[in-house]
């Protein structure tokens, strides 16, 4: 009986050791109605039977403006979310929220920084075109119980400088907020390529799924569309970044919609990793 006791104990500790989780990043697009074919209105239910398919259980989204938000949250069961908008720290402006499955995810602890000198206030930081912000979360998996941070962001697309201190300002925010060293993810369009310096301050202290990948990469490499369905992606700016676990896959996914157009301008990105 001992033995079996034993054994059982074995077993549950493998499995909780063994645990996966699966993570999304996935820039939206803004809602305009100068997108016409390509406005909200017209990709929005196919955008959201993307994200219900493959029901990520940690979804960081950027772009997404009060209404899509709304919309996000009303269409995707069993998912809540943490973030602010960044014009007001509330509801204004564009979110970099992350939504998560309630189910199997609760949040133990979040909040809110901008990218910026300040950044406990809403701001806009350097050189940036825009405020941006990056929003966090400690989450705790209900069934074992790891604990990992989450922090998913937006870099600004035009200032240098702004890009380059936003990656150091992400790196000591997490040193700093993360003492026990928790598994850590960070998501997000970071409107760089690889070859840069801030994606590479980053690389250095976090591991770039899609170069670390177990599996290979699967879909395209490319990751900014524009919307252009006749023209393959070169430009990979959308990245998931992970420090003490596993990334087992990675894909690019290139769906389309039943009109041939794509549901955002950027293709999201789904890992899967494991503790």
């Not at 955002?264 to 990105?269: A, I, L, R, T, Y």
């Amino acid at each position: 009986m001992k033995k079996l006791i034993g054994l059982f104990t074995f077993l549950c500790f493998i499995s909780a050791q063994a645990q996966s989780l699966k993570v999304m990043t996935y820039n939206i697009r803004l809602s305009l109605d100068s997108d016409k074919e390509n406005s909200w209105t017209n990709r929005k239910s196919e955008a959201l039977d993307l994200l219900n398919y493959y029901h990520p259980e940690v979804l960081g989204v950027q772009e997404a403006v009060p209404q899509q938000m709304v919309d996000i949250k009303k269409s995707l069961n069993h998912y809540d979310f943490v973030g602010v908008g960044r014009d007001d720290g509330n509801n204004k402006g564009e979110y970099s929220a992350i939504f998560y499955d309630t189910e199997k995810l609760k949040v133990v602890e979040s909040g809110t920084f901008w990218l910026s000198e300040t950044p406990n206030i809403p701001s806009k930081g350097w050189d940036a075109a825009y405020p941006r912000i990056c929003t966090y979360a400690l989450f705790k998996m209900k069934k074992g119980g790891k604990k990992f941070w989450a922090f998913n962001v937006h870099f600004d697309h035009i200032g240098n400088e702004a890009r380059r201190n936003s990656a150091s300002l992400i790196l000591d925010k997490i040193k700093k907020i993360n003492p026990r060293n928790f598994p850590v993810i960070l998501t997000g369009d970071f409107n760089l390529t690889e070859e840069t310096v801030p994606i590479q301050i980053l690389s250095t202290n976090l591991n770039d799924c899609y170069k670390h990948s177990v599996k290979k990469p699967y879909g395209p490499k490319g990751t900014f569309t524009n919307f252009d369905t006749n023209t393959v992606p070169t430009q990979r700016i959308d990245y998931v970044f992970v420090k003490n676990m596993t990334c087992e896959t990675y894909r690019a996914i290139n769906d389309r919609r039943e009109n041939l157009l794509y549901p955002s301008d950027h293709f999201p990105v789904l890992v899967e990793l494991r503790f």
